[in-house]
């Protein structure tokens, strides 16, 4: 009762599929229309999400996990260690062979493919009280920065969000990996929350870290 019973020479829709990753892979989706970021599978609506970012990039979300036609996902529009959903048809699925990891009492970040060290190196981090959060976020933004603002050439901008805003700064809450004009905070605990590297080294991740490539920062 209250189902509709199959007719003759009908088939039952297919049952939906999360799609397989290899050792080392992750999954992101990169939206082919606006959609709903929503608190669980059809549930209460966070925010609308646009194909583009505010810093006109592709909206692309790292995955962590789906079921049912939705993909759980990580975004900018949520705070820290949140995740939400998104309907699976308003998405293409992108296959990550790129990740990082930073571990902040190394003051060091890793650069992995397929799971294996590609590279390792010297980062700067969050200061004593703006410290960097840790956490699982994913790459919203691959930017060229302006000269004269102290990003060095080139900014990942992240999902995670600095708890801890500094009285009187107007850059945002938001926390990202990038260059730095000051190489003496290379290897020390000075900034606002983002992680900072030399300029050979964010230009390796430029080279090859995609949207949606997933960072994990442990202390």
Do not use: K
Request: proline letters at 6%; a negative charge; one cysteine or more.
């Amino acid at each position: 009762l209250g189902q509709a019973a199959l007719g003759v020479g009908e088939a039952a829709a297919p049952r939906w599929v999360m799609p397989r990753v290899g050792p080392g892979e992750t999954l992101a989706a990169q939206l082919v229309r606006p959609t709903d970021l929503r608190r669980s599978p059809g549930g209460d609506v966070v925010t609308r999400l646009d194909t583009v970012t505010r810093f006109g990039s592709p909206q692309t979300l790292a995955i962590v996990s789906g079921r049912d036609g939705w993909y759980e996902v990580l975004s900018a529009a949520l705070r820290n260690g949140e995740t939400g959903w998104i309907e699976a048809d308003d998405a293409t699925v992108l296959r990550e062979t790129w990740s990082i990891e930073v571990d902040l009492s190394r003051l060091e970040l890793t650069l992995l493919h397929q799971g294996r060290v590609y590279a390792r190196m010297e980062a700067g981090i969050g200061a004593p009280g703006m410290a960097t959060p840790s956490g699982l976020y994913a790459v919203t933004d691959r930017l060229t920065a302006p000269p004269g603002i102290g990003y060095g050439c080139c900014i990942l901008g992240l999902t995670g969000r600095q708890p801890d805003i500094p009285q009187g700064w107007q850059g945002g809450d938001r926390i990202a990996i990038h260059g730095t004009d000051d190489a003496g905070s290379i290897g020390a605990a000075t900034s606002h929350g983002c992680i900072h590297l030399g300029d050979a080294d964010i230009r390796l991740l430029m080279a090859h870290v995609p949207l949606g490539a997933q960072v994990r920062v442990v202390a």
